[in-house]
């Protein structure tokens, strides 16, 4: 019989949607557990076995010392890492920390700042450690979660589309919210995978999924004030759950008065 793969799933800045991802799957969860032994899941578990880990799991971003610290102990007992959610791969909506003074956030907020151990910046994994593989989204899809487990487990190629959101609504059969109703969209610059959920409620796609490959926010940004954008409006829109992502960030940023 074939050993079982070693899975840790790890958390950091995070809200822990992207484990609860996982746990979501159900019934999918039982053939899973046939071919993984789930050593380290604090979501899930009680049980919490050390490494090293065949695969590892990791949700959330990096924004303290003793995250940066964490994540490289992580690396060096795990095969193979995989980060999963906006938070791991961009810095998540915390990472909304990177374009102003932190300092000033925490003197605001709490009574006694001088206990506050943080960074300036809510970063993503990638940043710090090596990442074999990035799964986007807010929170990620659990069916593209478990093609990458699998892809891991039969070593081939995980089947991640890597069109964008605009494709998924094509498929749907979802009239353009942006053509037709003149609503501003993300859709032509996002990762699909949500399966064009806002756009099917007549709502702009808020990028959740993050850049896809290839984006061309610059041409998107002149269309969107075409419609009547402003200049603040381009900056709210592209800093939201993936506003660290770098296409998101320079395109935000080229447009701050």
Do not use: W
């Not at 899975?7 to 046939?34: H, I, M, P, R, T």
């Not at 506050?116 to 986007?136: F, G, K, P």
């Not at 609504?169 to 979802?174: E, L, M, N, V």
């Not at 996002?190 to 806002?198: I, P, Q």
Request: charged letters at 20%; one cysteine or more; hydrophobic letters at 40%.
């Amino acid at each position: 019989m074939a050993r079982k793969v070693k899975l840790g799933v790890f958390k950091f800045a995070s809200c822990d949607g992207c484990q609860l991802s996982l746990l979501d799957c159900e019934d999918e969860l039982l053939a899973f557990s046939a071919a993984v032994d789930i050593a380290y899941f604090p979501e899930a578990s009680r049980v919490m076995r050390k490494g090293p880990y065949d695969l590892a799991l990791v949700e959330g971003s990096i924004t303290t010392p003793a995250d940066r610290q964490r994540i490289q102990e992580i690396r060096a007992e795990s095969q193979m890492l995989v980060t999963i959610g906006a938070c791991a791969t961009a810095g998540g909506i915390q990472a909304l920390r990177n374009f102003r003074d932190v300092s000033e956030f925490v003197s605001v907020v709490y009574a006694n700042p001088e206990y506050i151990d943080t960074l300036s910046q809510s970063t993503a994994i990638s940043e710090h450690v090596r990442v074999d593989y990035e799964l986007r989204g807010c929170p990620v899809n659990k069916y593209q979660l478990l093609d990458v487990i699998t892809a891991i487990l039969h070593k081939r190629r995980p089947n991640v589309a890597p069109h964008s959101v605009c494709i998924e609504c094509k498929r749907r059969g979802t009239v353009c919210v942006m053509v037709a109703q003149g609503l501003p969209c993300l859709g032509p610059v996002t990762h699909a995978g949500c399966g064009a959920l806002c756009p099917a409620y007549a709502r702009g796609c808020f990028g959740c999924y993050g850049p896809m490959e290839t984006p061309n926010p610059r041409a998107l940004s002149r269309r969107l004030v075409q419609l009547g954008a402003s200049e603040t409006d381009l900056v709210r829109l592209y800093r939201n759950f993936n506003a660290n992502a770098e296409p998101f960030r320079v395109e935000s940023t080229s447009h701050e008065r």
